[in-house]
């Protein structure tokens, strides 16, 4: 069952964006420059970004040193859109998790997969490819490229913005097509990147978006706030798949119809 979706968007409209930062919460316990840039953790910068950037919205943070990575099945339940980060313990993320993150996805909870995340298990599930590609960290300056200026994610830029010193993303980005593609990065190296592309999966919107770095102050810029805060509004959730775990050729039967038309009746 599909619930319409001009009235699933009114009740969110009416209610508080309810998002949840997710973050791996590893680097800034392991590394004293991670740490002095993200003292409380970069997930919690991520959070002050969106609470700033979409007034009135519900941000909260989860960590993979909580129990169930802090994304148990009713926090979930009550997640509009889930941002994700991570970099050195993808493989530490439990299945278990990563199926009721799909799940969400599928029934329409957005995901904002940023930067080394694209390597998470929850991404490559989603996408069904190995999202690898080229890399290189040099303190190279990173400008981004507006390709799509009417889409919601780039409200508010021009028509790029660079950053001063970022970790170098090269092609080819083993990733599907995506629907739409709305930044371009190219390096001082000469490479470019998409570095911000969308796709849908089940009534789920997906948000990729490059840049964030742990060793760059990338998550305190005020263009890359505005894109993550342009991007939660972009995937709020606009309908909602009841029926997501049941068969796809499940046998249903009809409707009744009620009374009867006679093919001898004249309008």
Known sequence: MLVNANFFGLLLFMSSLRVVVWGENVHEHTNPKVGSIYPHGMHVTLAEGI????????????????????????????????????????????????????RRVLEGMGLIVLHSAHY???????????CSLTWREADEKERLWVCNPGHPIAAGLGAYFELPAEEMYGEPFAVPSPDEQVFISWFEGGEVFRSGCTWQRGNGKIFYFRPGHETYPTYHDVNVRRVISNAVRWA?????????????????????????ISLDSKA
């Open 51 to 102: 609470r700033l950037g979409v007034p009135g919205s519900d941000v909260t943070t989860a960590t993979l040193q909580e129990a169930e990575h802090g994304l148990t099945e009713e926090r979930l339940a009550a997640t509009d859109v889930l941002t994700w980060w991570g970099h050195k313990a993808h493989d530490q993320v439990s299945d278990a998790v990563v199926d009721r993150v799909q």
């Open 120 to 130: 998470s298990k929850i991404f490559r599930r989603l996408l069904g490819t190995t």
């Open 236 to 260: 709020a959730p606009q309908g909602h798949w009841a029926n997501v775990d049941k068969a796809p050729n499940a046998k249903l039967h009809p409707e009744p119809i009620k009374g009867r």
